[in-house]
């Protein structure tokens, strides 16, 4: 059955620390989309990528980067990690012409 | 601000009731989407709206365009339909906003 996967679950790190998490689908989907979710805030936008080697910042950027060298896989770095970007961060994708989004399981990232 | 508000932020109901999570925003969208986050953390999508209604199973979805606001209705609610409910929407310039969500408690 066709899936949408991140990795690790479960990550802690330090201050400054390059940390990247990985957001595989296997939909074929062209919109792949990375959120955050902090209590109080509910999802926020990082990023977003409607197709090979298109990516697009969304609501909350800063300190983040994505690269979109394939169809599937959506990789989201923190360059230098820092404690305001402890959080739970979501993998989402769509089929292009529609809305819908499969949410991937989610990464709880903690920055000390 | 918010783009995207929901009430209430959290609701506890009996098993059998009906119940009602609004849902109002302020930008022209092209989309509405109605998602579940069970209690374990996944997220899943129950509607997609962009006008008039949807209903699948005991949930029940309307959106009132020109009011800019929609309902998210659970008819003879049960203790399974615990769950946070968020309220989503894609604006017409592509940005995506959330509501913070409804914690939905229904007890036996």
């Known amino acids: 059955d066709a899936e949408i996967t991140q990795s690790p679950r479960h990550k802690i790190t330090e201050t400054g620390r390059q940390v990247t998490l990985a957001c595989h689908q296997t939909w074929n989907h062209n919109n792949m989309f990375w959120y955050r979710q902090d209590l109080g805030h509910g999802l926020r936008l990082i990023h977003y990528?409607?197709?090979?080697?298109?990516?697009n910042k969304g609501e909350v950027s800063d300190g983040y980067s994505v690269s979109r060298s394939n169809t599937e896989d959506l990789p989201l770095t923190l360059e230098s990690a820092a404690s305001s970007q402890t959080s739970v961060y979501f993998c989402a994708s769509s089929t292009s012409g529609t809305d819908t989004q499969y949410f991937g399981p989610g990464t709880r990232l903690t920055v000390l | 601000k918010n783009e995207v508000e929901q009430s209430p932020q959290n609701l506890t109901a009996q098993e059998g009731e009906f119940i009602t999570i609004n849902c109002s925003y302020s930008?022209?969208?092209?989309?509405l989407h109605w998602l579940q986050q069970h209690p374990g953390g996944g997220i899943v999508s129950l509607f997609m709206?962009?006008?008039g209604k949807k209903k699948h199973g005991r949930l029940i979805a309307t959106i009132n365009i020109q009011e800019k606001h929609s309902s998210l209705h659970i008819t003879a609610s049960h203790p399974r339909d615990s769950a946070v409910y968020i309220c989503a929407v894609r604006a017409t310039g592509n940005q995506f906003y959330f509501g913070t969500g409804t914690s939905l408690t229904v007890i036996p």
């Open positions: 930008v022209g969208i092209s989309a």
């Open positions: 990528s409607y197709g090979v080697h298109d990516t």
């Open positions: 709206l962009s006008s």
